[in-house]
Nanobody, 124 residues
Framework: QGQLVESGGALVQAGDSLSVSCAAS????????VGWFRQAPGKDREFVASIGANERDTHYADSSRGRFTVTKNARDNTAYLQMNSLKPEDTAVYSC?????????????????WGQGTQVTVSS
């Protein structure tokens, strides 16, 4: 069974940059869509960004567009979420997901594989 493991979460200050990664094992990310979602305490899980099998096929939530960049690296079978100009409201557990997703990339139930998440905390 394929696994996804996120890493890179940290406590940072507002305005800082941070990159979180999603490493896959027993699962090839190249032909899959990878989605990033986040969940803050007391809030619903929300879509952040996704990247398709075609790496030019990227989508972003309004809250992340222009500040975050999602990429995939076939060589290390890892997806990345580069986050710039972080804000306190970006504080959440960030999780990656992977699967064959034709549309509804912003719906977490569209994905088959999920990681456990990594905590990102942005202080003001």
């Amino acid at each position: 069974q394929g696994q996804l493991v996120e890493s890179g979460g940290a406590l940072v200050q507002a305005g800082d940059s941070l990159s979180v990664s999603c490493a896959a094992s027993r699962l090839n990310l190249t032909p899959l869509t990878v989605g990033w979602f986040r969940q803050a305490p007391g809030k619903d899980r929300e879509f952040v960004a996704s990247i398709g099998a075609n790496e030019r096929d990227t989508h972003y939530a309004d809250s992340s567009r222009g500040r975050f960049t999602v990429t995939k690296n076939a060589r290390d079978n890892t997806a990345y979420l580069q986050m710039n100009s972080l804000k306190p409201e970006d504080t959440a557990v960030y999780s990656c997901a992977a699967g064959i997703v034709r549309r509804d990339y912003d719906i977490f139930t569209s994905y088959r594989y999920w990681g456990q998440g990594t905590q990102v905390t942005v202080s003001s």
